[in-house]
């Protein structure tokens, strides 16, 4: 089991990647240039360009982390929009 785990950290994190790529494209499809979430977005796209550069240096642990923080600003991004464009300024007028 020492061995399964101690190998699985040694391998390049691709799928991490590709996840981060994926939640950053899904965020990009809501934000429709809203300050906050842009600047989530922004930030999300910088993890995911460090992780690139941890990947080729074949820093993969560093790599992993580096997507799953691109990944979770990505989601936090979209969420921000969602939020926002639900709530909407004619909500505010229904109060």
Known sequence: MVMLVVGC????PYQHMSDARQAIAAA??????????EALLDISREHLDAAGAHLEAGAYEQAREEAGEARRFAIKARETAAGKARAGPGRLLDR
Not at 9 to 12: H, T
Not at 28 to 37: L, M, P, Y
């Open 28 to 37: 990009e499809g809501v934000v429709d240039g809203q300050a906050g979430a």
């Open 9 to 12: 950290a040694s391998l390049p």
